[in-house]
């Protein structure tokens, strides 16, 4: 099995950390980092996730029992669960600061590779809503847009819109020159 994850661990896990594992691969392998030679050279390559949603954790609690519900449905197990699939060693950190998770993981995850914590890193967000519960309960207290989408500091803004996604990056030495990127911030 993939990851080498048990049918019965990968059917209790959050299909938020599944995305993690094979986007954090894939950003990997297209930059040609060889899985079997980082994990037996024990290359510092950080894993900085920026994750919110928690919907899986109320299907695993309404499903049958599970030894896997407390780490298939934790948000900080996800980046874990990806530095030890790939057998990275460098930092490793998940972010949950709502809409800005995202942002949050790629500024300290630059932060990192230019600090030298790591040498590389894998920066990676992902967001899927599985129940409805709390887009209703966001709905109802007319948190979002009507016009479904948003429109952040304009005149016209009227809520915002939930989406999914899961992307990464991969911040190796190179990734000034590639990205283009002077700097970021974290700011409230």
């Known amino acids: 099995v993939a990851f080498h994850l048990s049918v019965t661990e990968a059917a209790a896990m959050d299909p938020q950390q599944r995305l993690l594992l094979e986007n954090g691969f894939g950003v990997l392998h297209d930059r040609m980092v060889d899985r079997g030679a980082v994990a037996s050279a024990g290359a510092l390559i950080g894993v900085y996730v920026g994750i919110e949603n928690q919907d899986f954790v109320q299907i695993l609690v309404d499903g049958p029992p599970s030894v896997y519900l407390a780490t298939g449905s934790s948000l900080s197990v996800a980046s874990g669960r990806l530095s030890f699939a790939l057998g990275l060693h460098g930092p490793c950190a998940a972010y949950v600061t709502a809409c800005s998770a995202s942002l949050v993981a790629y500024h300290t995850a630059r932060r990192g590779v230019q600090m ?26 007319g948190m979002t847009s009507a016009s479904g989408r948003s429109n952040t500091f304009d005149a016209v ?16 030495p190179d990734f000034r020159a590639t990205l283009g990127l002077r700097g970021s911030a974290v700011r409230q």
Request: hydrophobic content about 50%.
């Open 116 to 141: 030298d914590e790591c040498q590389d890193a894998v920066a990676a967000g992902v967001n899927m809503m599985l129940v409805p519960a709390v887009s209703v309960a966001i709905g109802t207290a």
């Open 157 to 172: 803004a009227d809520g915002y819109a939930r989406g999914e996604a899961c992307g990464s990056v991969s911040l190796g």
